[in-house]
Nanobody, 118 residues
Framework: VQLVESGGGLVQPGGSLRLSCAAS????????MSWYRQAPEKERELVAA????????NYADTVKGRFTISRDNANNTVYLQMNSLKPEDTAVYYC????????????WGQGTQVTVSS
């Protein structure tokens, strides 16, 4: 099983980034996919989640209207489009997979760093 994030980097405030998470080794279509983030000295927090079919999405209040989660089940990939980035979005971003009938995440990626700074 692998979850491999990519797309992080350094961006100026107000800029955009698109994160990708490529999944392998499990039945991607049966899993809820989520993005989490963890800033230095803070707890990991849920940013966005998408149902196994993509029909349902939810977001943290801090990113609503700026971030969009999506998935491509044909290519086993989940995305996080991040617009209007703010310095407080700086964190390591992780993707996670949860079997749709379970309440805890089964798999985690290694994380990708997002830094928002001028």
């Amino acid at each position: 099983v692998q979850l491999v994030e990519s797309g992080g980097g350094l961006v100026q405030p107000g800029g955009s980034l698109r994160l990708s998470c490529a999944a392998s080794g499990f039945n991607f279509n049966s899993y809820v996919m989520s993005w989490y983030r963890q800033a230095p000295e803070k707890e990991r927090e849920l940013v966005a989640a998408i149902s196994s079919t993509g029909s349902s999405k939810n977001y943290a209040d801090t990113v609503k209207g700026r971030f969009t989660i999506s998935r491509d089940n044909a290519n086993n990939t989940v995305y996080l489009q991040m617009n209007s980035l703010k310095p407080e979005d700086t964190a390591v971003y992780y993707c996670a997979a949860r079997f749709r009938f379970r309440s805890t995440n089964d798999y985690w990626g290694q994380g990708t760093q997002v830094t928002v700074s001028s």
